[in-house]
């Protein structure tokens, strides 16, 4: 699968700050996904998307499906110790059930 | 529930040596897949198997091979390890191949080629 853009790598941020990611591609995806992975665990799964323009919270997180089907990206409101991790996006094209992924950006909240 | 287990979760081998990595799910899902997971690179695609009897390659299969033993069960082999195959390993599976299938993931395989 075609490798995404994600960024940025990583982020240091502060217990209650907001905080966004993003993800870009050169080709057009008709879903997007939103990965989070927790220390020596798989990743698991927090928002996906659909169809264009679409905006779906979870919680704290909002994500949003870009207009031109080439991004998208990841909100986090209220940062908290526990959303440290590595966050991936991930996208499948029309014609193709298998994902793509980002190389992901790790989080880090400090206290 | 136990999803997707896979098995060993640690592993050590000496450049040469063979083994396989066990995948199972429990969820009665149709698609499998196996992915490589190393620092700043994201998941890359091995092997995947679209449903019982079918397996393709993906992005890196070079070194690998896979066996859909079942609905349930889908392995990966390293017939002689290379230290560039060090890296985590997941197991995927989704449902079906239509949108919405999102994909669960196993806890990982550490593997270390020494």
């Not at chain 1, 940025?8 to 050169?26: A, H, K, L, R, W």
């Not at chain 1, 220390?39 to 979870?58: C, D, F, H, Q, R």
Request: with cysteine; proline share 4%; hydrophobic share 30%.
């Amino acid at each position: 699968g075609q490798q995404l853009n994600q960024s940025p790598q990583s982020m240091f941020i502060q217990e209650g700050e907001d905080v966004s990611m993003n993800c870009t591609s050169s080709s057009i995806f008709n879903t997007w996904l939103w990965y989070k992975q927790d220390p020596g665990e798989g990743p698991v799964l927090l928002i996906a998307l659909y169809k264009a323009g679409e905006l779906t919270s979870n919680g704290r997180l909002t994500a949003q499906f870009g207009i031109t089907r080439k991004d998208s990206f990841l909100n986090i409101s209220a940062s908290i110790p526990s959303d440290v991790g590595i966050y991936f996006c991930a996208g499948r094209r029309s014609n193709d059930y298998k994902l793509s992924f980002g190389a992901g950006t790790t989080v880090t909240v400090r206290a | 529930n136990a999803g997707v287990t896979q098995t060993p979760k640690f592993q050590v081998l000496k450049t040469g040596q063979s083994m396989t990595l066990q995948c199972a799910q429990d969820m009665n899902h149709n698609s499998m897949y196996w992915y490589r997971q190393d620092p700043g690179m994201g998941l890359r695609l091995i092997y995947y198997s679209a449903s019982e009897g079918t397996t393709d390659k993906g992005e890196v299969p070079n070194g690998y091979n896979v066996s859909r033993l079942n609905k349930r069960e889908f392995s990966l082999r390293l017939e002689s390890a290379a230290p560039s195959q060090t890296s985590v390993y997941f197991c995927a599976s989704t449902p079906n191949r239509r949108q919405g299938s999102e994909a669960f993931f196993g806890q990982g395989t550490r593997l270390t080629v020494v």
